[in-house]
């Protein structure tokens, strides 16, 4: 494990969009069956309602994940709660409820499980999304012990956060190649650490960055010896869809 483990105070392995691929991602389900298999955080993404409620969705549409079409930025809490977001994933979730960033909290803190909020904006909200969810998280988590940790791929939003919660840890998404002015992007941010793409993370990559003093998280991790590969080089932590091969149970 990385030397440097002490920059990083959240658990090494992280569940993807909740437990994603064995149930709905980004719903209370999702989080719920991750807990089940051990994990100890979960990653999850969080936009905004039309009426300004922080939900968790990855996609600007519901089209894909739920039985409703539009964009969740032109749809209000009210209309979401009509649509199912679990029978698209199969039958047993069927009727599955759109989760809040309040629920998602509530389940979280009163089972110890930390978080990784990746703000997730609808196109063209990055601004205002970035400010509210990170108010909203930090009213959300104001006794808890640990934090959530904020990331997005979105520089804006990323800003917009730091400006309205410095306070709260933050990390840069990468989406595939790491460009070469990441430590001054990470900096000006103030970014705690990097969240890389796992197919394009190298170890002296890696090396730089820890040795620069981030923490680094890795994306999404599902074969087990790569997973072993990257904490054997340091990476403070893997993110997972595969909750049962990548399982806490096996990588302590």
């Known amino acids: 494990m990385s030397s440097t483990a002490g920059r990083w105070p959240y658990p090494s392995l992280i569940a993807h969009r909740g437990a994603g691929l064995y149930a709905?991602?980004?719903t209370l389900a999702a989080v719920r069956l991750g807990a089940a298999q051990g994990f100890r955080m979960m990653e999850y993404d969080v936009k905004l309602t039309r009426d300004g409620v922080a939900v968790l969705l990855h996609d600007d549409t519901v089209d894909r994940t739920a039985n409703g079409r539009g964009r969740a930025a032109d749809l209000s809490l009210a209309e979401l709660a009509w649509l199912d977001f679990g029978a698209w994933h199969s039958a047993p979730y069927a009727g599955e409820p759109i989760a809040t960033l309040h629920s998602i909290a509530a389940y979280t803190l009163a089972n110890d499980i930390c978080s990784n909020i990746e703000i997730k904006p609808?196109?063209?909200q990055e601004d205002a999304t970035g400010e509210q969810v990170a108010l909203l998280a930090k009213a959300l988590w104001a006794s808890a012990a640990t934090?959530?940790?904020l990331s997005s791929f979105s520089e804006a939003a990323l800003r917009a956060a730091m400006m309205a919660a410095p306070e709260l840890p933050r990390a840069l998404l990468i989406a595939k190649d790491i460009p070469a002015d990441w430590r001054e992007r990470a900096a000006d941010l103030q970014c705690m650490g990097l969240n890389l793409n796992?197919?394009?993370?190298t170890k002296p990559m890696v090396d730089a960055m820890?040795?620069?003093?981030?923490?680094?998280?890795v994306w999404t991790v599902n074969d087990p010896s790569r997973a072993r590969e990257l904490l054997n080089w340091g990476c403070h932590a893997i993110v997972t869809d595969e909750i049962h091969a990548v399982s806490p149970m096996f990588f302590s």
Do not use: D, F, I, K
């Open 210 to 217: 820890l040795e620069a003093g981030y923490s680094v998280a």
């Open 198 to 201: 796992h197919r394009y993370t």
């Open 24 to 26: 709905p991602e980004n």
């Open 147 to 149: 934090p959530p940790l």
């Open 122 to 124: 609808t196109t063209g």
